[in-house]
């Protein structure tokens, strides 16, 4: 009776360092079905054992540059240590086009422009249980200096600020109650009525006259 439209969804996931969202997004993969993960452009070194075109596509400042030329991201920004990210419209849009929902794992830079381009985005802001909560996972993952850690820290004072520009805020105090809170909202989206592409109930008068049949023929019976 509802056909709805067959293109997939994109999904912004944002927050600050630290906050779980990561975590979060994979849980996400592994739990729906026809859902990927959008591989960004970026020009800093591969970390531990991450994969050119599996963790992210690394290239050169100049690559990426000679992209923002000719306007092949849907968004790029400049964050930490003056490295480049990006994200290829072409891959967003081949995926969305064959029906499958893509997740966009960025910054709220990044997010500002795809919601200025792509106004059928979903933006869902991940939110940590506390600052408090949030100092002690950036200092214990021991990844960063201690001038690093500070940075993500006052940066995500910042970001929490544009928390009212999303859609949906999740509260990571619990991770498996943020992925159901986080499943949930994509079903929901997915059951808007501006995603109806085709809406057919019938005719209204044939309708009405196999009710009477029907009920003519359970009277009779």
């Known amino acids: 009776m509802i056909k709805r439209k067959e293109n997939g969804l994109l999904i912004v996931i ?8 990561s975590t979060l997004v994979q849980m996400l993969l592994e739990k729906r079905d026809n859902i990927t993960l959008s591989i960004s452009d970026t020009t800093r ?6 994969k050119d075109g599996v963790d992210y596509n ?3 400042p100049k690559e990426f540059k000679d992209n923002i030329k000719k306007d092949k991201y849907l968004e790029y920004a400049m964050v930490y240590n003056d490295k480049y990210y990006g994200t ?6 081949k995926h969305l086009n ?3 929902d893509v997740i966009l794992e960025i910054d709220i830079e990044g997010a500002r422009k795809v919601n200025e381009k792509r106004k059928d985005a979903v ?9 408090k909560v949030l100092k002690e996972r950036l200092v214990n993952r021991q990844t960063e200096t201690k001038e690093q850690v500070i940075e993500r820290f006052k940066k995500a004072y910042k970001e929490i600020n544009e928390v009212s520009k999303y ?17 949930s909202i994509i079903t929901c989206e997915k059951c808007r009525v501006d995603r109806i592409e085709e809406l057919d ?7 009405i006259h196999e009710i009477l049949m029907d009920f003519d023929k359970k009277r009779d019976d």
């Open 98 to 100: 064959k029906g499958t």
């Open 14 to 21: 944002s927050g600050p360092s630290g906050c779980g969202k």
């Open 45 to 50: 070194s591969p970390r531990g054992e991450e």
């Open 201 to 207: 109930v019938g005719n209204q008068e044939e309708i």
């Open 58 to 60: 690394f290239i050169t």
């Open 167 to 183: 859609n949906y805020v999740v509260v990571n105090d619990n991770l498996d109650d943020a992925l159901d809170k986080m499943n």
């Open 123 to 131: 933006f869902i802001f991940v939110m940590p249980p506390s600052m």
């Open 88 to 93: 290829q419209s072409d891959f967003v849009d």
